[in-house]
């Protein structure tokens, strides 16, 4: 545990040890705070390390942290993927092409040549 004269400035949101005093360098409006006697700077700070170290402040730097580990997560299809586009897509009525290219498209199909225009960019982008 860090003695209550040393205050750790750090932008990490968790991950955080109970018990010492934290700081967000973020916010930090270069004035040292009374009473400290060693500073800890975790990542590129350099304002607060110099205005410490003006104040004759025994300043430490850390490298930020990275994640020890990493997880694969499985890409399944969805979305635009899994919508099934007929061959005979083209002799559809108009509503039933705006409700498949409404499965298309982020962008609103308001006639019939909008539906079969994002009919045939998912066919293009598919293919």
Same mark, same amino acid.
């Given at each position: 545990m860090q003695p209550k004269d040393t205050v750790i400035y750090t932008a990490q949101k968790s991950g955080l040890k109970k018990g010492p005093r934290y700081a967000n360098p973020r916010f930090f409006d270069? =004035?040292? =705070?009374?009473? &400290?006697? %060693? $500073? $800890? &700077? $975790?990542?590129?700070?350099? #304002?607060? &390390?110099? #205005?410490y170290e003006a104040a004759g402040v025994e300043v430490v730097t850390e490298e930020t942290p990275r994640p020890k580990t990493f997880t694969e997560a499985r890409v399944e299809k969805s979305g635009r993927d899994v919508v099934e586009i007929p061959d005979d897509w083209q002799e559809m009525s108009w509503q +039933? %092409?705006? =409700? /498949? #290219? #409404?499965? /298309?498209? +982020?962008v609103p199909v308001i006639n019939s040549a909008g539906a079969d225009a994002a009919i045939m960019a998912e066919l293009d982008r598919r293919a």
């Open positions: 270069g =004035k040292p =705070k009374r009473g &400290v006697k %060693k $500073v $800890v &700077v $975790v990542g590129d700070w350099p #304002a607060v &390390v110099d #205005a +039933d %092409k705006r =409700k /498949l #290219a #409404a499965q /298309l498209s +982020d």
